[in-house]
């Protein structure tokens, strides 16, 4: 048997499936159908939690994603889930789930001695406290608080499942599968148009598998299955059951979580993505979101038991569970009578509907009485009573204004309280699609007002409440959806029959005294029962004139629950209009922003985890690289060797050992990262002589050049080598990192303000693949590959290019170096770069070629006083400061060169690149380090005492196999008026001293280049 | 995710684009003749309205050309997009699009 | 003004708490003022409460078109660090991080400064360069500042991934451990009781519609409550500085972006420290109410529609997986967005203007929260003394014609 109140009949559930769960380590039994939440009341389990500030205890309330009480963890170990909604729970065979707010048990809370200090603990205490001494908040009360506050438990384990993402585009996307948007679809699909149907629950229905309506004379379920087999048999249709649409961002672009695994539970198949992302891009959207129930607002209504009248019929209807054996229904409109007549028809017993209307008039109070169920007009709760569930109800007149009430308390025993204080529309995703609101005083609710996009409420969620008009209005707009987005013309099917009683009007009650006197009145009146949140705390944030709608859920955290005051806002805001005396419709709302119901981490990162977090670039050589050892560093997107470690070595000696190779043998470098643009056209020297800050027009053929380019700013912004290949072709060479900036900011001028320029931009960097031969010996090396190539000074000299075969690949050769050595840049069609790099290594054994990394490349270059942009510049560096003159032309204009004549940039004191040469020659200072002008009296702790003026910070610095001894790159405010002067480098406990010196520190004259 | 009208190949997903901020800037054609305060006017001050505005966008993923835009900062509505070199469209009302 | 301790708290609780008063008076504005400040978000409030607490002027309204603290103050992740690269950009958070540490005692209002520590984590040799640049550049400038390895920074904070094998692997921290976080609406509030208290009329729902101007001087603004003289006019609008300062004739360097950012649903306390990243674009608390607190990056476009697109979001999320991979199971429960107003060297303008009597306190970027007692300290100096502090006078509105901008982004990257 799945549980003492589970009812002989009815229901959706199948009760031939028992499924076993365990609530806070205990054993019960469902059925299939189940959620946990039907599943616990079968068993009797109202009690689920207990409150976040008091620790009273609390039930369940809802029966979806309404719910703000049943907020449980499901699962154990890496699969727990934390903070999910035991309403929205679909009950799996072995499913483990424990309440998150009690210790040890929601039975006995140790936490709910708390309670004691409830006076204190109004909204916003903790502004009014803890604050002296300064040090205890950090120490005592934040950590104190921070205990008690938090639901579940994060899990400790990384996520195992899987989540995948999906694009899809729909001519009409029908948000909800209730009656408004089963006809919506319908309408909208059989013109043909791409429909897509998404709901939240796991089968379409919406409000109608709760309920016994009838359509065209018979149950309303069998038109829904109906209209589903009929959706589900059109091809351009995607029904979507299981799937939330959380998310309404602009230009109709909706996100919809697909629950896929949840209630398969360990009985999932293995792979099956745990969750979908649907990425959708709408013609037209028709939102049928429904809507959801209020509470209504009286002393004590947060003991368990007391549930929403509709969720009462959900779980009586749908799931066949008794939520009682006795009940009160206690309304201020018709639409609880419902409930009375479904519980009556379940054979619970009622005690009384209690009316907060004086005169109650509706066809369905007629329909009560004549049933001989007591309806007791123009009253109201007062009270409840029960420990851990209600036992009793009080009852008193309510006084026509509805600010008091009067005569003598009356007591009805009961077990179940079913309120409805009405409903208000879920407008959440028209309100963040820009949509506006209004409130509408008859219906006494928010109703979208205008919409901001190409959207349409129908049903509920437009305040049409009756099942008749929810089918008219669904049918018209999915007919009209379809034919703006194209199909069909606009015409309604014909709606089907349904009776429609007369119901009278609603009475809104926003608070419901309970005969205190009125300052002491609303102190548990919960309004927000996530938050703990009652009548009384709204009144207070008013009165200390926090009295704007966001002021007051900001002070007291009303709607900034997991359930996002799903039932609690508008009473919030209600109660507040009253304290401050403005009409609600002048008091605003709070803005709705996505997500409607809370969205996994994991299902918004999807697959973009791990190494697919961000694409991986690697060379064609890559392999070997691995093969041999490498050590990689990340370059953008790109994977570079770093150093290449022999078996003992650490990096030090590694990358000594490829230095040494470099400059006294020779070594090989991959080079393949570099950015590479081929640049053509008539005007393509005249474009250089415009980004570069030197002169390009009379670069001969097969000629290179070192460029610099510099921001508008006059900063620099990239550097390398370009090489004229024909009159009207070049060949750019970008910093790695910098290659796609580099391209856009070229095309940018071309097409932006060059139009005029007959030039063309294309990257290569993918097409090329590139071997830098470097050292002494390297003409030994690749003479043999390049047969047909003079290699000699004369026959190619350097800083040029020469077109050849090497190693039978065609090869286009550089002449450049950025070590200062000898030194061929080899660039093959990137399908041979590991041909030519096995090639190389195999030519150069006899030699002992060594591979070097990016370490080493560093090392040669510093030595050389070669910068590295972003390294040597942050992008406050002009050409200037870095002593390079030389490359910036006077006679041309180029893109910067105005913001070089800035006062600015001309500053004596700005910092210029030099050399240092630490005073122990065995010491590398910290790239990095700041520099001071004189010794520190002392040295410095992990702070200074005082600050302490700086002069520069190291850029680079090394060891030099070459050199044999340290030395570094600087930026030093007036350095190169400095040369020569000594300056120090504090760091935590000592002080390293070094010498200003000329930033070029291994072969000033530059022989070596020629071998 | 903006929905944008790429004028050669029709709407993108504004993830294929790259942003180019304001439009019709016009870089000055004699930059050594302006005052540090008017190079500066150039280089950095910028309209920042609340309401349309005429920005660039480049195509970065598709056909990488770069094109202006009238898009309301508020809204974002996209009321036109034109090739550069071409006029700007006259700025549009205040309307949106939208149904109730 | 009434002082709030544990003892007033017990007072009030035999009344039913019906004996508080306004945190402030809300008054109908007044023809004239000495002073008006335009925003009543963090800065603005904090610039009256310095103008009234350090030069005595209390003749100052805060006009406010909304609710106080409805912008930027209301909408960032809260955290609090003053270790930035340069000199000038140091001087000034840091004087304000010193602020923040004696603010809730100062204002009699607990804005829960919690000092947990902000890691920022190195992820390539670039970023070890930076945050080692960065380091000894605090240190001397008289900020706490540490580095840590990876497996100091697993110590510090354990669930931080630093797997060698992650896509872009922790290789290092910068961790200042006198950052921290802050409660941000009570940071409006606090400086608004304060100032409140010293006499400073606090308006809200009165929106500034045009700033009078004449002869080179500014005389007042015209809101939607009427005309308001004013021998000073402060402007103190992030997100907006541009249009309130078009209202006056006066071209800015900024534009305004949005910025997401999105909570968690609340869970026990599993992360007691601030985690920043640059290369993996996170940065992420978890506050005192167990939401786990996180910005996203700025979308690309100009905006002042408070929300962003959803692939910003989906990035963050995949960034923040890479960080903490026993997160995959959380869930966002709320997003919302800000709008920043960024200059084009990511620092401030806290300045005088071309127009006499005319204040601006913009482009704070994602620095504003943080910044906000000092920012407020050198503004009221600049209003009440007609001229910069030399904490805030770098970040004059002149520095885009000379050229000496102050490059945070340029330099050490870390942004927010």
Known sequence: MSGAFRLAAGGRIDRAAPLRFRFDGRPYEGLKGDTLASALLANGMHLVGRSLKYHRPRGIVAAGADEPNAIVQVGEGAWTQPNARATEVELYDGLVARNVTAWPGVGFDLGAAASLLSPLLVAGFYYKTFMAPGRWWRRLYEPALRRMAGLGRAPAAPDPDVYDKRHAHADVLVVGAGPAGLAAALAAARTGARVMLADEQAEFGGALLSEGDEIDGRPALEWVGRAAAELASLPEVVPLPRATVFGYYDHNYLAIAERRADHLGPGAPPGLARRRLWRVRARRVVLATGAHERPLVFADNDRPGVMLASAVRAYLNRYAVAPGRRAVVFTNNDDAYRTAFDLADAGIELAAVVDARSHPAGERVGEARRRGIEVLAGSALTGTRGRRRVAAVEVRRLDPGGSAVEGPARTLACDLVAVSGGWSPAVHLFSQSQGTLRFDEARACFVPDRAAQAVRPAGAANGTFTLAGCLAEGLAAGAAAARLAGFGDGTAPPAPLVRTARDGPIRPLWFVPSGRPAARDGGRHFVDLQADVTAADIRLAAREGLDSVEHVKRYTAAGMGTDQGKTANVNALALLSQAVGRPIAGTGTTTFRPPYTPVGFGLLAGRDRGELFDPVRVTPMHAWHVAHGAVFEDVGQWKRPLYYPRAGEDMAAAVARECRAARGGVAALDATTLGKIDIRGPDAAAFLDRVYTNAWARLGLGQCRYGMMCGQDGMVLDDGVTTRLAPDRFLMTTTTGNAARVLDWLEEWLQTEWPGLRVYCTSVTEQWATVAIVGPRAREVLGPLAPGLALDNEGFPFMTLREAEVAGIPARVFRISFTGELSFEVNVPAWHGLALWEAVMRAGEPFGITPYGTEAMHVLRAEKGFIIVGQETDGTVTPLDLGMDWIVSRTKDFIGKRSLLRPDASRPDRKQLVGLLPEDPGEVLPEGAQLVAARPARAIGLKAGRPIPMIGHVTSSYSSAALGRSFALALVKGGRGRIGATVYAPLVGRTLAARIVEPVFYDREGKRRNG | ?100 | MRRYSILSLARNALSHHQGWPRLWRSPEPRRAYEIVIVGGGGHGLATAYYLAKEHGIVDVAVLEKGWLGGGNTGRNTTIIRSNYLWDESAAIYEHALRLWEGLSADLNFNVMLSQRGVLNLAHTLHDLREGARRVHANRLNGIDAEWLTPAEVKAFCPIVNVARDARYPVLGATLQRRGGVARHDAVAWGYARAADARGVDIVQNCEVTGIEVSGGRVTGVRTTRGAIGARKVAIAAAGHTSVLAAMAGIRLPIQSHPLQALVSEPVKPVLDCVVMSNAVHVYVSQSDKGELVMGAGIDAYNSYGQRGSFHVIERQMAACLELFPIFGRMRMMRSWAGIVDVCPDASPIVSKTPIGGLYINGGWGTGGFKSTPGSGWVFAHTIARDEPHPLNAPFSLDRFATGALIDEHGAAAVAH
């Open chain 2, 1 to 100: 995710m903006l929905l944008i009208p790429c004028p050669w190949c029709g709407p993108r997903d504004e993830s294929e684009f790259r942003y180019g901020g304001e439009a019709h800037i016009g870089a000055p054609a004699n930059p050594g003749s302006l005052s540090d305060a008017d190079w500066a006017d150039y280089l950095f001050m910028r309209n920042n309205p609340k309401g349309w505005f005429r920005e660039r966008w480049m195509h970065a993923q598709g056909c990488r050309r770069w094109f202006n835009a009238v898009r309301h900062t508020v809204s974002n509505e996209i009321a036109a997009v034109y090739r550069m070199g071409e006029p700007p469209p006259p700025a549009p009302g205040p309307g949106r699009e939208g149904e109730t």
